[in-house]
C-alpha cells in the first residue's frame, strides 16, 4: 500500500481530465479478447448437477518493448503451459499474435503510415468504417501501446484546434460535422495522451513563477550608484571638514562678526 500512495498523490495534483484518462488508461478494465467471458454469476453442470461461480478472470498478458511502436489490437504474448503428449508432463509455451506491417491513411492527417499491426488490428478498422474512427472510438485501455495513445491525442488536437487541412476547407467542415461528438475543449486534448511524466513536467512549467534575471554588471552598477548617493548625503549634511593643513597657513585670520 505504501507504494500506491505516492502515485495517488502526485495524480491529485493533476487536472480532473488527465486524471481520468490516466486511469482508464493504466487500469482500466481491457476488452475480452484471449478468452471468452461468460454471461451471469452462476453455472450448472447438465452432467453432474453441480453449480459453481463464474469467474471471468482476464489471462495475464506480456507486452514487449516493441509492443508501444504498433497497434495489436488488444492482443499480447500470453505465457501459459501445453501438454504436447497424453503421458507427458505439460511444459512451459509462449502464443505469440501475428504481426505484419500495413499502411493505414488517416483522413484528418491527411497522411498515409505504415504501421505493425495484427489481423484482429485490420477487422477493427473495417467494422469502425476507417482508421480515425477505430483511433476516436477505441477508449485507452485497449490502445494500450505509445503509439496509439499518442495518435489518438493528435487526432483530438486537430479537431479542438480546427487547424488541420488548412488548404481544403470544405473538407475540414465535413470531416468537423462528421467526428462532431469526438471534439474536446482545448485545454482537455493538451493534456489527454500525456504519460505521467510528461504531465507532471507540464505542471511544474505551469506552476513556476517567471524570474527575471539581471546582469551582475547592471547590479552591481546599482549598489554602487547607491553608495555614492549615500556618501554623498553625508557630506552635504555634516558640512566641509577642516583639514590638517589649515593649520600650518600662517595667513589665515579666525574672522570675528
Excluded at 12 to 22: D, E, I, S, V
Excluded at 40 to 50: D, F, V, Y
Excluded at 83 to 95: A, Y
Amino acid at each position: 500500500m505504501s507504494a500506491i500512495k505516492p502515485k495517488t498523490t502526485i495524480l491529485n495534483r493533476l487536472p480532473a481530465c488527465y486524471q481520468k484518462f490516466f486511469r482508464e488508461w493504466k487500469y482500466g478494465q481491457q476488452a475480452a479478447v484471449h478468452y471468452i467471458p461468460q454471461e451471469g454469476k452462476w453455472k450448472r453442470n447438465p452432467e453432474t448437477g453441480e453449480v459453481k461461480i463464474i469467474q471471468n478472470k482476464p489471462i495475464p498478458l506480456t507486452y514487449p518493448k516493441e509492443f508501444d511502436d504498433g497497434l495489436w489490437g488488444g492482443e499480447a504474448i500470453v505465457r501459459g503451459f501445453e501438454k504436447r503428449h497424453q503421458l507427458r508432463r505439460r511444459v512451459p509455451h509462449f502464443w505469440f499474435p501475428t504481426l505484419q506491417k500495413s499502411v493505414l491513411h488517416s483522413e484528418i492527417l491527411d497522411k498515409h503510415m505504415e504501421i505493425v499491426v495484427t489481423p484482429r488490428t485490420l477487422c477493427l478498422v473495417d467494422q469502425h468504417y476507417g482508421f480515425d474512427n477505430f483511433i476516436l472510438q477505441t477508449p485507452p485501455q485497449d490502445l494500450k501501446s505509445n503509439l496509439g495513445i499518442k495518435l489518438k491525442r493528435t487526432l483530438l488536437l486537430a479537431l479542438a484546434t480546427q487547424d488541420f487541412l488548412p488548404n481544403n476547407k470544405a473538407k475540414r467542415e465535413k470531416l468537423l460535422q462528421k467526428y462532431q461528438k469526438h471534439i474536446l475543449p482545448v485545454e482537455e486534448a493538451e493534456w489527454y495522451g500525456l504519460t505521467l511524466s510528461e504531465a507532471l513536467e507540464k505542471l511544474g512549467k505551469q506552476e513556476e513563477v517567471p524570474i527575471q534575471k539581471i546582469p551582475l554588471k547592471i547590479k552591481f552598477r546599482e549598489e554602487f550608484i547607491e553608495q555614492l548617493k549615500e556618501k554623498q548625503t553625508e557630506v552635504n549634511s555634516t558640512g566641509p571638514k577642516s583639514s590638517w593643513t589649515d593649520t600650518l597657513n600662517p595667513f589665515k585670520f579666525n574672522k570675528t562678526v
